[in-house]
């Protein structure tokens, strides 16, 4: 796909004042993060982030431990908050409309592919009790498929545990970031095509995931 190779300047700028700042103190002390396979996440150039998801913390942690930022998808209602809506747009969110979240994902994380954007999308669309992915869903393999661009494995693991019900503050668990090899896209849009690659993604996802800690 054309586009540029990477972020708005005032992306990254944000990008590494929270990361540094704030995500990166909290991974590496209070949760004591480790984070596998960095390497892997191409310098330049747009890609997907196709990743398992079990808690709210994710996106951020994801977003900070891929070297690049990430945009994710946020709740069309966020946008509506004056101060938050500035703050999470320039870090890259963007709106999506519960009403076609489909139709609306698909066009905004396109645009932010074009824009640089590494985009972050969670393959089963939400959180799952234990960070293992069930039903996956076909969305981050149509992207890849409609803009020939690489998706990219990646597990989150213990985010499940950071959050506990009759706990006011999050629980100092460890968590690990793995990321896995590079996975080209599909051919086509046709459904076996999205099928094989969706089910390709979920099969690394969960093996990196049974690696544990």
Known sequence: MEGKDREPLNS??????????IIAPT?????????????????????????????????PILGASMGRPVAFMAKEEL???????????????YPVKRASADRSAIKSATEMLKQGWLAGLFIQGTRTPDGRVTEPKLGAALIAAKNQ???????LWGTDKILVEGKKFPQPVPLTVRVGDLILPPSSTKKEELLAVTEKCTTVINSLHDLGR
């Open 149 to 155: 661009i690489p998706l990219i494995p990646v597990c």
């Open 27 to 59: 991974f590496h002390t209070y949760f004591r993060g480790r984070i596998y396979g960095a390497e892997k996440i191409p310098k330049t150039g747009p890609a997907i982030i196709v990743a398992n998801h079990a808690s709210y913390f994710d996106p």
């Open 12 to 21: 990254l700028l944000l990008y590494y004042l929270f990361k540094w700042s």
């Open 79 to 93: 946008f509506e908050i004056p101060v938050l809506k500035e703050g999470i747009r320039l870090y890259g969110a």
